[in-house]
């Protein structure tokens, strides 16, 4: 079965500190990619998506990520972070033509003002 | 923003009674998801339809059902809600199936069973 898998639970950052979080999936298969963003009390927003074509994806609000397939990764990052990017990201994957899209458990980003 | 909305918002229910939450779209996408959301868990689908009256379960199926009469309309219910259904709801659409196109995510129905 896919699973996905975040590492860092909770991360507290600077402003202006950079920023990277973890994700790995464990499936055989081909995949598409995706981070989601939830801000406090809102729901949830797409950050990126990789489906095909350059590995390093770039999205919204300044985030990157990079799919690295002989990693099973797709780690997201941000050279700079903000304070209103205090949030709750989720890394998901999905098996290509199929219906059932896995999340990670999420990581709590807090940035310090 | 996508044109979803969820109600209720917030319910507070006891433990046996049935419950429905209702996801409406106004963007006439085909397809529509529920998910719950809990802490250490991330987000697990529930159920999704890929078109009126056509539905399929997802991995955390059991306890509840799903009924799609119209485009816009996609309605969970709990038969008989237990505690361990105590969670944030999300009801998404799509226009496209999930693996081709992005999902646009409802505000959320907070549901506590007492």
């Known amino acids: 079965a896919q699973s996905v898998s975040q590492h860092n639970h909770h991360v507290i950052l600077s402003e202006a500190a950079s920023l990277e979080l973890g994700c790995n999936y464990s499936?055989?298969?081909?995949?598409?990619l995706f981070w989601y963003v939830q801000y406090p009390g809102q729901h949830l927003q797409l950050l990126l998506k990789y489906f095909s074509g350059d590995p390093l994806v770039k999205g919204i609000k300044g985030f990157e990520a990079e799919f690295i397939k002989s990693k099973f990764s797709f780690n997201l990052r941000k050279p700079s972070v903000q304070w209103s990017d205090t949030a709750e990201y989720f890394c998901?994957?999905?098996?290509?033509?199929?219906?059932?899209?896995?999340f990670g458990a999420g990581t709590r980003l807090f940035v310090k003002a | 923003d996508a044109g979803i909305t969820q109600s209720p918002r917030h319910k507070v229910t006891e433990t046996g009674t049935p419950v429905t939450l209702r996801c409406h779209q106004t963007?006439?996408?085909?397809?529509m998801y529920w998910y719950r959301q809990d802490p250490g868990h991330g987000l697990r689908l529930i159920h999704y339809?890929?078109?009126?009256?056509?539905?399929d379960k997802g991995e955390v199926s059991d306890g509840y059902s799903v009924s799609r009469s119209k485009t816009e309309d996609f309605l969970l219910t709990l038969e008989s809600a237990t505690s361990s259904q105590t969670s944030v709801y999300f009801c998404?659409?799509?226009?496209?199936?999930?693996?081709?196109?992005?999902?646009?995510f409802g505000p959320g129905t907070r549901l506590t069973v007492l």
């Open positions: 998901a994957v999905i098996d290509t033509g199929g219906f059932k899209t896995i």
């Open positions: 998404a659409i799509s226009r496209t199936g999930p693996s081709t196109d992005t999902q646009y």
């Open positions: 963007e006439n996408h085909r397809y």
């Open positions: 339809s890929y078109g009126v009256k056509d539905t």
């Open positions: 499936y055989g298969g081909t995949v598409n």
